[in-house]
């Protein structure tokens, strides 16, 4: 399973995605221009309450209780999360049942934290609240081995419980140089949260150690997941809860599977898709 869910939950409820649309004030805030450049809006998770961080625990830890039996013994879970919030959706993951395995970190250069301290702005000119975020972290989780099973058995039995090398025959590294969504397929796609083919490609592939199985993404957005699964020659599945979005990744994931990026492309025969 490779997945980028709501991260805080809250942002992807229909009310907010309306008020994210219209410009009126919820969770989605316009980033601070440092360029003269109009930034798209970004949720602000620092502004969940206590309540609303124990909504979150409990949406993962469910998704999790929920995720595990639809999964092969040894299935690795790869879950995109954000640097102020991973700790307590990574943990809900683990008490859900996951073997909590790793982070991935992709390097990217995101528009979050370097703020200012709001109205103090002018008094503590020098101070930002976060720091500028530099990275994303994605948690890598295993649903456990049965008792006594080797990886190498669960290999031959199920075709999981490790992580497929790179194409160029070195190991699945966990830091990944990362770029930000490139404009071509944002034009494809205008998803507030479509990630790059160039990365996604790199993640689903180690997904599946031996190339069988099926990928799933339940929250699929536009499909750029399912696009890259696609685009290396899996066969994949995924979930989409808002109609917009759902038709959007009907008409994007063959686009976007089409591109080249240079990153687990192949000539493996067309895969099924479920959407
Ligand atoms: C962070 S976005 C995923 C974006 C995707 N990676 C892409 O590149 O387009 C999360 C998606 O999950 C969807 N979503 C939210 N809650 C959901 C639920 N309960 N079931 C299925 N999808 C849901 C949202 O509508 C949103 O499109």
Known sequence: M????????????????EKMLSGGPGIWRIPPSFDGCTRSPLPRFTALDEKQRA????????????????????AHVLMAGNAFLSQLVFSAMVEGGFEFRTEVIRLVQTLRGGDKPKLGEKEFPEVASLPRGGYEPWGLFRKPLPLKMTVRECLALY?????????????????????????REKEIADHPSLKPQSLMRQLVRAILPTGRGILADPFAGAGSTLAAAEAIGYSCVGVERH???????????????????????????QPSLSL
């Open 159 to 183: 075709g999981t419980g490790g992580l497929r090398h790179k194409p160029d025959g070195n190991p699945f590294n966990d830091v990944i140089q990362s770029e930000r969504t490139p404009k």
């Open 55 to 74: 909504a979150l625990k409990r949406f993962f830890r469910d998704f999790a209780v929920a995720a595990l039996p639809a999964l092969k013994p040894g």
């Open 243 to 269: 109609k917009d979005y759902f038709e959007m990744a009907k008409a994007s994931i063959p686009k976007l599977r089409a591109l080249r990026t240079g990153e687990g492309l192949s000539s493996a025969p």
């Open 2 to 17: 490779v997945l980028d869910p709501p991260y805080g939950v809250e942002e992807y409820e229909l009310d907010q995605i």
